[in-house]
């Protein structure tokens, strides 16, 4: 039985398994975003962001333990430096995954494995989307003053063309009755 046993070995040996979300983890942290597979990045979500919590306290001993994982002096440094910076307020949840498909030749799931708070356009769609906050409801929606406004002003526009078109039809009629 495998009860409580949640890790994916991702069908590698121990060794390269750990070597291979080192790199994976050391690449998202310098390019803030990477394109793999999703069986891959749920993996690294599970490895990547224990570091990224662990990075908040800047002491030589967090540092070791992080190096002891990444290998990577770059890697590490930029993790401290800029990365625990931002997300410093964040209680959880450092990393987004997004799907993106099947890959062309073994039709494996891909998705990008991005950190969250260096995606501007997330960012940004979720400061707008703050601000516009509407209430739904079951009934039929009301019409906005614009929306209402334009089919109000094409008839208004259709409306004298009509009219004047009307007392020349109405004028032709009466002429007729008086001959």
Do not use: W
Not at 13 to 27: G, Q
Not at 32 to 42: D, G, H, N, Q
Not at 47 to 64: A, G, Q, W
Not at 164 to 179: Q, T, V
Request: with cysteine; charged share 35%; aromatic share 4%.
């Amino acid at each position: 039985m495998r009860h409580r046993k949640k890790f994916n070995h991702l069908s590698r040996t121990s060794a390269h398994r750990k070597a291979m979300l080192s790199n994976m983890a050391s690449s998202l942290i310098i390019h803030k975003r990477i394109k793999t597979t999703v069986a891959k990045a749920k993996a690294l979500r599970m490895y990547v962001e224990p570091l990224i919590n662990k990075s908040k306290t800047d002491n030589t001993h967090s540092r070791r333990i992080v190096f002891s994982h990444l290998q990577n002096k770059e890697a590490v440094s930029e993790l401290f430096r800029e990365i625990s910076e931002k997300v410093a307020s964040r209680p959880g949840g450092y990393t987004r995954i997004l799907k993106l498909g099947n890959r062309q030749g073994d039709a494996a799931e891909v998705c990008y494995i991005e950190l969250v708070d260096y995606n501007e356009n997330m960012l940004s769609e979720t400061s707008g989307a703050a601000k516009k906050s509407t209430r739904r409801s079951r009934r039929g929606a009301k019409k906005s003053t614009a929306e209402t406004a334009a089919p109000v002003a094409e008839a208004a526009e259709k409306a004298p063309e009509t009219a004047k078109e009307e007392p020349k039809a109405d004028d032709a009629a009466e002429e007729k009755k008086e001959e």
